[in-house]
């Protein structure tokens, strides 16, 4: 290792969460927290997940390791047909990933995983925004760390200063180097002026605003063989590189670099350029260039998204919502072509293969719900039992009943949401009156317990194939959920029953909770808000 540098190869960077039955280290006799990149590679299958707090960093890693997994287990491009299955079922067979490779990878690629390289080429960043940018007028460590306060936003976990900033270790910056790439945002940003022509606008990262979905085995091992993405036919693996495997840094004039495979494709699509300015030690960061990284933006591609499409007919992929939980998008993950409605959702590709790893997977969700530009709001961080046992190629007679199961949930927390909003309006005698307050109480009641209701129901779901359905009763299904917004119901409105007026708009607001009013009973005066439809059976 270079004097005075920081080698993510072996420098303790990435936490980690060991397995019970893992080996302690053979010279100290402990498990260390966290390990460098090498180690990680080569203990993967002792360790059983990472242990990254922030979720947008979890995720940005995740698809940093895919890529790394990839080219040590020779997963990197196609050959003749499935066989490219067959190879990561006989790594997976092999228990670990190959030593012999994982040493030859990072002894090829020695002087590419410096952190910091004064006058060289340090890890994911630029060097040239030394020289591109204003060294006064710098984005400072408390921007570069998302859950810090900077400027006029407001304090997460805790309270900086600008004028006095804390310089954060290097294992922290190494991850929230990560979030800029993926998470960074779009507007105003440094001044980078590049052969003459000043700029100080950025566009969004790729992975901004969205939710990803990883599958997650018993350990980290199999966590990154069920992670990988098939590569495309015409993918070569000399052409996939990532942007630390690359013989020149890119162009900012020219367009952005075009995805060549899976690996160039989730680590190579950042927005920002950035560039990290180490302390005298080279242990902690004191301060930081964050700017644009091409003019142009480039298209949004990734293999770990839900993508939706628009009323204008433009594919996006489904927003990071920290009021939404996790099983609200089951059908979407298990099922090829889910039912849900005008968006004609598509499953993220990865599960098109993830359970032939094993049909014990989890799925974790990792996001960031946050706005395009400066706003953000919380980190989404959630986790389902094992699911893609019933993915639709696995279980095509079970899984629909997921999706049913999921319609049910949603469709009577719908109905409440207009039935004390109607309640509310009625009571106030104002057809206009925000009852966004009993809305989000109601909601705050119904959506926990319509979850756990959801679980019990699919954990009862008939898991041999025999029975239709996986033994589905819509009817007993559709009782439950409407009781439980029932009660909500009665909750939230029970404190103006007590007088005549709220009395009479609570009963007339109820029939909402099945459905409104009948088309027969409304035909002189229809009433033109949009149904949600019932779901069959």
């Not at 066989?83 to 990878?105: C, F, T, V």
């Not at 690629?109 to 060294?135: E, I, N």
């Not at 969004?204 to 990803?212: I, M, Q, V, W």
């Not at 041999?464 to 029932?486: I, W």
Request: proline share 8%.
């Amino acid at each position: 290792m270079l004097s005075g540098t920081y080698n993510l190869t072996d420098q303790p960077c990435v936490p980690v969460r060991w397995r019970t039955d893992a080996p302690p280290a053979p010279v100290t006799g402990v498990l260390p927290d966290r390990v460098g990149l090498r180690e990680l590679l080569l203990r993967s299958h002792d360790i059983e997940s990472l242990a990254v707090a922030d979720a947008p960093a979890h995720s940005a890693l995740l698809r940093i390791l895919y890529a790394l997994t990839a080219r040590v287990a020779g997963l990197d491009q196609q050959g003749p047909a499935s066989d490219w299955d067959e190879r990561r079922l006989e790594a997976h067979d092999a228990g670990q990933l190959p030593s012999r490779e994982i040493e030859k990878y990072f002894s090829d690629l020695a002087g590419r995983f410096f952190l910091f390289d004064p006058g060289g080429r340090p890890w994911m960043q630029d060097p040239r925004l030394a020289d591109q940018c204003d060294t006064t007028n710098t984005a400072g460590v408390n921007k570069l760390i998302v859950t810090r306060p900077s400027g006029n936003n407001h304090s997460w976990f805790r309270h900086d200063r600008d004028m006095a900033p804390e310089p954060p270790a290097a294992s922290e910056a190494f991850l929230s180097l990560l979030v800029w790439h993926y998470y960074g945002p779009s507007g105003r940003c440094s001044s980078r002026e590049v052969n003459g022509v000043k700029s100080a606008s950025s566009t969004a990262g790729p992975l901004r605003t969205a939710l990803s979905y990883h599958p997650e085995g018993t350990s980290l091992f199999e966590t990154l063989l069920a992670g990988l993405v098939p590569p495309e036919s015409t993918v070569r693996a000399e052409q996939d590189l990532c942007p630390w495997e690359q013989d020149e840094l890119p162009d900012p004039d020219n367009p952005p670099r075009a995805s060549q495979g899976p690996r160039s494709r989730h680590t190579g699509r950042s927005q920002h350029a950035l560039l990290l300015v180490p302390d005298e030690d080279s242990t902690h960061v004191r301060d930081a260039f964050i700017t644009w990284a091409y003019r142009e933006r480039m298209p949004r591609e990734d293999d770990y998204l839900i993508w939706q499409v628009s009323q204008q007919g433009n594919r996006y992929p489904r927003p990071a919502d920290a009021g939404r939980a996790l099983w609200r998008d089951l059908d979407a993950l298990l099922l090829q072509h889910p039912p849900a409605g005008s968006a004609h959702p598509q499953q993220p590709r990865v599960f098109d293969s993830a359970a032939e790893v094993s049909e014990d997977l989890r799925v974790r969700a990792l996001g960031f719900d946050q706005e395009g530009q400066a706003k953000d709001t919380q980190f989404i961080d959630a986790i389902t039992p094992a699911v893609l046992g019933f993915a639709e190629r696995n279980d095509a007679r079970t899984v629909p009943a997921v999706g049913r199961l999921r319609q049910f949930g949603e469709l009577y927390g719908r109905r409440l949401d207009r039935a004390v909003k109607r309640a509310r309006a009625a009571y106030v005698r104002d057809a206009k009156a925000d009852g966004a307050a009993w809305a989000a109480e109601a909601g705050a009641r119904y959506w926990p317990r319509a979850e756990a209701e959801f679980w019990d129901r699919f954990r009862h779901l008939d898991r041999t194939g025999d029975v239709a359905d996986g033994g589905f009763d819509p009817a007993a299904t559709r009782r439950a959920f409407l009781r439980l917004a029932e009660e909500a119901y009665d909750v939230v409105t029970a404190p103006v029953t007590r007088t005549l007026r709220g009395a009479k708009a609570v009963a007339q607001a109820r029939i909402e909770l099945y459905g409104g009013v009948p088309k027969s009973r409304t035909a002189a005066a229809p009433d033109t808000r949009a149904k949600a439809k019932e779901p069959t059976g």
